[in-house]
């Protein structure tokens, strides 16, 4: 399997990983039979997936987001399934949730929709509840409890399979 990747802030030159990274989202997107998402939502990750880019999907893509509801268009995302365009999507995400039982994307053809549910895995539950227990330690011994970086701070990039 080939992994590309697009990150505006690195430069191929720069990364010495197991992904090829493309120089931009419209090479990812053309390239991909699978592309996932991994991105903050910030004015420039709003809505990256539209009627534009995904009007220069591979045939047959499936899209996977998990990490921001808004960083897809979702009205542009149903015309994308509708029309065929895309073969799929999987979300997690949404941009108002809870996701409304009438929303479109409920009705939208090769479509798989979880409750913002993805994080909840054996190993995150098992370390978040270490976190907790480690902070109600910490302050019963009078230490400051330690900080948690968020997940939203862990950088930006875009992934496909």
Do not use: W
Not at 16 to 40: C, K, Q, W, Y
Not at 61 to 83: F, K, M, P, Q, Y
């Amino acid at each position: 399997m080939t992994v590309l990747g697009y990150d505006p802030f690195i430069r191929s030159s720069q990364y010495d990983g197991p992904a090829r990274i493309e120089e931009s989202l419209d090479s990812v997107l053309r390239n991909s039979d699978f592309v996932t998402l991994h991105v903050s939502l910030t004015p420039d990750t709003r809505h990256m997936l539209n009627d534009q880019t995904l009007g220069v999907v591979k045939p047959g893509c499936r899209i996977i987001n998990t990490s921001r509801g808004a960083v897809i268009d979702e009205r542009a995302l149903v015309s994308a399934l509708r029309g065929g365009t895309i073969a799929g999507a999987a979300l997690d995400v949404f941009e108002t949730e809870p996701l409304q039982a009438d929303h479109p994307l409920c009705q939208a053809p090769n479509t798989l929709l979880t409750p913002h549910i993805s994080s909840s895995t054996c190993e995150s539950l098992d370390c978040m509840a270490r976190d907790a227990a480690q902070g109600v330690l910490d302050v019963i011994q009078g230490r400051t409890p330690g900080l948690i970086k968020k997940p939203e701070d862990a950088g930006i990039g875009v992934f496909s399979y």
